[in-house]
């Protein structure tokens, strides 16, 4: 399966100047129960954000250069982005794959996911990447948990059984 994790604002904001916005203890607790053992395909600024490589799981990297902030060793790293796609699916065939950003990569993925995984947060804030816009009506919805932190109100909220695959798949 195809799964898409991220953590979202009221406006579906994601992150500024190249790192989240919130953050969550509970939010990355979750982040790694999912994902713990699984393919993880991100592009290279979310990457490069992270403060090491994911421990226990294998990454795909989609990047046009090879600059990299850390040890690429283990990381697959894909320049082609239909070549980043294709090896996707295929991961997808055989386990779970988790797309874990940005938001280019959430933008090719919305609509071939199977699965998606929002950490909704109740809170706004200023913005320089959204995650892309989808019809709630197309899917089916279980609100997982709700939490607050901090003041910060949250619920991890699982989407399924979409009825709307591959309609608005960016080829770019
Ligand atoms: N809230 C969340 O759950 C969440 C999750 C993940 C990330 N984020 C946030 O999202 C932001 C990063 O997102 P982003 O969209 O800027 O970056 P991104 O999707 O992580 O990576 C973009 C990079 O991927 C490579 N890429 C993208 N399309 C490509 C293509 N067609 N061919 C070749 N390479 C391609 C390029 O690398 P080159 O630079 O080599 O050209 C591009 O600069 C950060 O603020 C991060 O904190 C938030």
Redesign the pocket.
Known sequence: MIKI????GKNR??????????HLPGDLKF?KEQTLGSVVA????????LPKKLPDRKHI???????FNKDVEDVIV????LE?IKLCNLEAEKADIFI?????????FIGLADELYL?EIEAEAP???Y?PEFDKNNWKKEVLSSHEYDGIKYSHVKYYDRTDYGSYFDL?
């Not at 994790?5 to 979202?8: L, Q």
């Not at 894909?78 to 982005?81: A, L, R």
Request: aromatic residues 12%; glycine residues 10%.
């Open positions: 994790i991220a953590a979202i904001e994601l992150g500024k100047n190249n790192d989240l916005i919130w982040f991100m592009g290279k600024n979310t990457f490069n954000s990297v989609l990047a046009d250069d090879d600059i894909m320049h082609d982005k980043f874990i950003g940005g938001a280019s990569i959430y933008n090719m950490t913005a320089d990447v995650f770019g």
